[in-house]
C-alpha cells in the first residue's frame, strides 16, 4: 500500500524561526490534507491541498502540494508558542477515499 | 461547527476486561472511523463505517470490533483488552465524498 514519509520527526525551535516539514508518498496524491494536534486533543484540520504546483496560505502556515503529486511541504513563519503540538499529513489512498497519516512532526517552541 | 464527542477521556482498565469506547458526531455525517495513535506511528485506521449498520476493516482490526446502529454513534470495542492496546484511541467522521475528517479530542487507554 502507499507509505507516507513525513519529516523530520521532531523540531525544537526559538519563538520567532520559521518551520518547515515535508511528506513525500510512493504514489500519487489527488489531495494532500495537514493537521495540527494540541497536546491532549484531538487533529484539527489546518490546511487542504487539491491541485498539484497548489500554495495555500491560512495565517503563518503555508503548504504546498508538489508538481509531482507525491510530496507537500507545510511551513510556519515566526513561530509562536501556540505553535507546539503534533503536525500530520495526510491523503485519501483508495477511490473511497480513505486517509493515511503520516508519523506526524512534534514542533516544541523554546521562548 | 461539527462536533464529535468521545464521551471517555481517560480509561485505566485490566487486562482482559471488556471495553466500549463511544463516538457521537451531531452533524448527520455518513462516514465514521476509528484510529489508534502511537508516538512515532502516527494515526493507524482500525475501523470505519461508511454508513449506519456498515463496517469495513481498517489496517489494524486486530482484537477490536465495532458497531453503529445509529449514524450518530460509532462504538469501538475491545473484547479482551490487553496491554499491547494501550494507547490514545481517535474517532472521526466526515459527509460521504470528503476527503476532510473531523476529530473527536480523543480516549486515552491504559491496560494494565
Known amino acids: 500500500g502507499q507509505q507516507l514519509n513525513q519529516s523530520p520527526q521532531s523540531m525544537f525551535i526559538q519563538e520567532g524561526e520559521d518551520v518547515s516539514m515535508n511528506c513525500t508518498s510512493s504514489?500519487?496524491?489527488?489531495?494532500w490534507l495537514w493537521y495540527k494536534q494540541d497536546p491532549g486533543e484531538g487533529p484539527v484540520l489546518l490546511i487542504a491541498l487539491y491541485k498539484a504546483g497548489e500554495l495555500t496560505s491560512n495565517g503563518r502556515l503555508t503548504a504546498q502540494f508538489g508538481i509531482t503529486r507525491k510530496d507537500s511541504f507545510l511551513n510556519i513563519s515566526a513561530s509562536i508558542p501556540s505553535d507546539v503540538g503534533i503536525y500530520f499529513c495526510?491523503?485519501?489512498?483508495?477511490?473511497?477515499?480513505?486517509?493515511?497519516f503520516g508519523a506526524g512532526t512534534q514542533v516544541v517552541v523554546t521562548p | 461547527d461539527v462536533k464529535v464527542t468521545q464521551s471517555s477521556r481517560y480509561l485505566v482498565k485490566r487486562t482482559g476486561e471488556k471495553v466500549f469506547l463511544e463516538c457521537v458526531q451531531d452533524?448527520?455525517?455518513?462516514?465514521m472511523f476509528w484510529y489508534r495513535q502511537d508516538p512515532g506511528l502516527g494515526l493507524r485506521l482500525i475501523y470505519f463505517?461508511?454508513?449506519?449498520?456498515?463496517?469495513e476493516k481498517g489496517d489494524i482490526p486486530e482484537g477490536y470490533s465495532v458497531s453503529r446502529e445509529k449514524k450518530e454513534r460509532f462504538s469501538l470495542i475491545l473484547e479482551s483488552a490487553s496491554t499491547n492496546q494501550t494507547s490514545m484511541y481517535l474517532c472521526a467522521s466526515r459527509i460521504s465524498g470528503a476527503n476532510v475528517l473531523t476529530f473527536g479530542a480523543g480516549s486515552r487507554l491504559t491496560v494494565l
Open positions: 463505517s461508511y454508513d449506519v449498520k456498515m463496517k
Open positions: 452533524m448527520d455525517h455518513e462516514n
Open positions: 504514489s500519487i496524491f489527488n489531495t
Open positions: 495526510a491523503g485519501p489512498t483508495d477511490s473511497w477515499g480513505k486517509l493515511q
